[in-house]
């Protein structure tokens, strides 16, 4: 096998708990964790006692020193387009986690930053890779029901997500570009580009500043039509999070998946149920563990497609299709019409 590459985190709060723990696994692929960096030196120490590795609290210094691969930026999005411009000029190739800014022209700069300096910038986008969705994905492309006519994506909880992330009350947009934009990125990977969505957003939450709720209808290129619906305000027992449940209606049958371990696949006179194999490993702890998984399967994608020099499924250009439909879906609540997506023009 080739020598190692160097892999640098930035940002070590809650959820790079799950990177660097995924990092730790990719190891005998290639991949080795060289330096985590966080401007709080509490929180760099803390990565660093907990993964061996040296800590920095200035990136400049970190690249400086460490000379990394490819960076794993896991910071929160008001920071990403100043991290990303940096590390575009310095030649640095990165990874950065979802959203990828608070808005359209932020990312836009990003994308326009990486083409002009052919740098690598993949978006941690990792709802795609949780084993469910592999494994409807699979069948989806073997045919199993047909072609997909119609889907239901729905992510409903009254999980306490407030608890890990208190900064979610205050953002300015919040359930569909911090949770809604993952389940508009597997409606694109299940039933094709958007042509055109509509939406209505709630606040029934008051101690949010912001929409918990969002319903959205979305015709599909291909002409097949989804509803998604995504809410940090339900209350229910048992809750489900964080798993996603779908339902796919396709010319010869139907899927469903209510449950993080099976899917029921039926052709309108009998069903079969489908296993799904997600297994909890040391580090995962439920009722994480399905994106605990789908993290280090997002990073081992994007790891493989940069060290081949091909790119990776969820890279920028991709990502602005997912945060495209986040932008229409906020216009269309606003004005209660249907929008089309923007695309990404190339300057
Ligand atoms: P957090 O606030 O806990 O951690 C962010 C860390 O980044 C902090 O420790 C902060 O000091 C550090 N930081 C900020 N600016 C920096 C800079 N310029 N240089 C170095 N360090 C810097 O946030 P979090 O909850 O871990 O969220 C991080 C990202 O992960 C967000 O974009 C969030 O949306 C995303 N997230 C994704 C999922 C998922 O399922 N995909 C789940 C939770 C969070
Ligand atoms: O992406 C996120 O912020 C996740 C989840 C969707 C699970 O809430 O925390």
New binding site residues.
Partial sequence: MSAPLKIAV???????QNHLQGWKELRGEGAELAAV????AE?ANAASRAHGVPAF?S?EKMLDTVKPDLVDV????D??L??CDLLARRGVAAIV???LAPCWADCVAMANTAREHKSFLAV???FRFQAPMLKVKALLDGGAIGDVSWARLAFRTGFDVFG??P?LYDEERLVIL?LGI?VLDIARVFLGEVDRLSCETQRRNVLVKADDTATLLLRHSGGAVSVVECTYTAKRHPDLF?HTRLEIEGTKGSLILDSDDEIILSDGTSHTRIAIDNPLAPWMQKPWHV?QRS?METSRHIFKSFRNGERAATDISDNLKTYALVEAAYAAALDHTSHQPEMWQHN
């Fill in positions: 930035i940002g070590c709060g809650f959820f790079a960096c966080d401007a709080s929180k609290t990136i896991i910071t929160r999005m920071s990403h100043a991290i986690q979802k959203p941690h986008e990792n890990n992330q900064y911090d993952h964080p994106v993290v």
